[in-house]
């Protein structure tokens, strides 16, 4: 009994400490937060002032000086780059914000759950049975930690072979420019709109990029039409056929949390038909009627028990479903699978709503 009691509140203690870092972690992020968006607001006026200044000298070309011709696109060039990389580390913030806001409610839930556990006072089950319990809290931890810093990995390979390898060749690009003004201006001008077209697919791309890391359009609009435009967006990414059904009120908003909950599971489940299951046809239901409100998924492919049982076998539980069941446990939610040879797979979430 001594023994499992210890154990719990030293557990209980880590828990505590990581929460606490946790929130020291987030009061830094919040003050670069600040730091980035009066920079971000300070980029944008001046890239309204850049281009004023390129209007301008497109109105009176023949007559400028090539110099200041030169000087003017140089400066529009940096301001927008920077403006760019402002605006890309300003959502990486926010996101690092978001993930460990998450990963810290989930900390204290799991330390609600724990604190609020009432120990059966007999002579063998106490001793027996608390070990277990901590072990599986334990596992719990180490997972969703293991979940969040794969998640890092996937999106710092994403940012290196995206966004910033596309600064990389404006960069290559305007110093093209800059030596062909003089020696051949109409091939500079051609290079300069090649830059502008590369650009606004960069530009477009970063902003698939931030949609997918958290839509903006969930807080203004909610879950229903930001899982519609998702919907669309990896319909037509993948080309796997993918509908939407919604019950109920779309204009309805759950609780914020319960709607954050309830995307990033629905991303998660296409992702694993996606790229696990190969699934060809993927159908979503949508129900927020009532309390709980409910998904279900249900997807062609092979079997979830298959893959669920090489990701057994490979010992990484963090590509298969274990770790979204936990997630969606721990903030007191159920999921169900459903897989049988020859059927399409099922999953089924209910999460605690309050509908606002």
Avoid: W
Wanted: charged share 25%.
């Amino acid at each position: 009994m001594t023994t499992g009691t210890s154990t719990k509140e030293s557990l209980i203690s880590q828990i505590r400490y990581e929460h606490e870092q946790i929130a020291k972690r987030l009061r830094e992020i919040q003050s670069m937060i600040d730091q980035s968006q009066a920079e971000f607001r300070r980029l944008q006026q001046r890239s309204v002032e850049v281009t004023t200044q390129l209007k301008r000298i497109e109105e009176n070309f023949d007559t400028v000086p090539r110099n200041d011709i030169r000087v003017v696109y140089t400066s529009a060039l940096d301001t927008r780059t920077r403006l760019l990389t402002t605006q890309a580390q300003l959502e990486k913030l926010q996101q690092d914000r978001g993930q460990l806001e998450h990963f810290g409610n989930l900390l204290n839930n799991l330390l609600n759950a724990l604190e609020g556990v009432v120990l059966p006072n007999l002579p063998s089950s106490p001793a027996q049975n608390s070990p277990g319990e901590t072990k599986l809290s334990n596992e719990t931890i180490i997972r969703l930690v293991q979940s969040q810093e794969s998640e890092r990995q996937r999106l710092a390979r994403q940012m290196h072979d995206g966004p910033a390898q596309s600064l990389t060749n404006f960069i290559l690009q305007a110093e093209i420019c800059r030596r062909l003004f003089d020696r051949d201006p109409n091939r500079a001008t051609e290079e300069l709109e090649n830059l502008k077209t590369a650009a606004s697919n960069t530009f477009q791309r970063v902003r698939d990029f931030i949609f997918e890391l958290r839509p903006m359009m969930l807080d203004d609009l909610g879950l229903v039409p930001t899982m519609r435009r998702y919907v669309d967006v990896f319909m037509d990414k993948s080309g796997i056929e993918t509908r939407i059904n919604v019950v109920g009120e779309e204009r309805r908003r759950l609780e914020p949390h319960t709607e954050v909950t309830f995307f990033r599971s629905l991303q998660e489940l296409l992702a694993y038909a996606r790229d696990n299951a190969r699934s060809t046809k993927i159908d979503i239901v949508l129900d927020i009627t009532g309390n709980p409100a409910k998904a279900s998924v249900t997807f062609n492919g092979q079997t979830i028990s298959e893959i669920e049982a090489a990701v057994e076998q490979s010992r990484n539980k963090m590509f298969g479903l274990a770790t979204l069941a936990e997630r969606i446990e721990l903030v007191g939610g159920q999921i169900e699978f459903y897989s049988a040879e020859g059927e399409p797979n099922r999953v089924e979430i209910a999460l605690p709503a309050t509908l606002s």
